[in-house]
């Protein structure tokens, strides 16, 4: 069943969800933002891309900040860029996103995500297939071509679906330490490694617990009413 327009969530929540669920659940259930070096130099690069605007070119149109959204997947955002390309076959314009990302490739597969999120949209609002898109990285200003294969496209759905779960969860899940946290925005307010060991001392604490009431238990049955002993032995 289509989601509902109040039920859209961020594309860009996408990348947040992949990198940690609990970083999603920081940001869009706890309206938390913390900017670092990569987030702040992540941002100025899409402040550059993130006017609206047309280009024409031979064989290309180019529009600039273009709105998406889908109701099958639940979400909505924007484009950085989306190139038509003409097709001489079908006399059409095969819409082809480009996304702007700070840094280098990933070999993690979260940014062909987030653009194969952005094909799906494409797809339901225009009504025409989008196979391909491509990612521009500012770092060695390399761009990739990506395929969307049936694969990306389930990677895609899989993920927008686990995005709404952990939403209408509402619960911010508990902080793993993995290597991610050292280049985490959110590594001072979330203390990944300080809560770990936080709960495993509680976890500790209960254990010991549950012993001293099992060992009470049992003295006061050997000692105050060894009667009932016998029938527990
Ligand atoms: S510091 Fe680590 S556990 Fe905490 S939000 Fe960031 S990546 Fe997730």
């Known amino acids: 069943m289509p989601y509902s327009e109040d039920d859209l969530l961020p594309l860009s929540a996408l990348q947040h969800l992949l990198f940690c669920p609990r970083q999603c659940a920081l940001i869009h259930i706890e309206q938390a933002w913390q900017e670092n070096l990569f987030t702040a130099q992540g941002r100025l ?4 891309v993130d006017q609206t605007g047309r280009e024409s070119r031979k064989d290309v149109k180019i529009e600039y900040g273009m709105p998406l959204r889908c109701l ?3 979400l909505i ?12 076959s079908e006399g059409g314009w095969r819409p082809f996103p480009v996304e702007y990302k700070r840094g280098k490739q990933k070999k993690e597969n979260w940014d062909k995500v987030q653009l194969c999120a952005q094909a799906l949209c494409l797809e339901e609002m225009l009504g025409r297939a989008v196979p391909a898109g491509a990612l521009f990285y500012g770092k060695n200003r390399r761009r990739q071509d ?38 985490c925005s959110f590594y001072e307010l979330c203390l990944p490694r300080l809560l770990e060991k936080k709960r495993k001392v509680e976890s500790y604490l209960d254990q010991a617990y549950e012993l001293d009431s099992q060992k009470f238990c049992f003295y006061v049955l050997k000692y105050c009413l060894p009667k009932h002993m016998d029938k527990i032995q």
């Open 146 to 183: 990506v395929l969307f294969s049936d694969e990306l496209r389930r990677e895609s759905e899989d993920a927008a679906l686990q995005l709404h779960e952990l939403i209408a969860a509402g619960r911010t899940p508990a902080p793993v330490y993995t290597k991610r946290c050292d280049s």
């Open 72 to 74: 099958r997947l639940g």
């Open 45 to 48: 690069m899409h402040e550059r």
């Open 77 to 88: 955002g924007k484009a950085d860029v989306v190139e038509f390309h003409k097709m001489d």
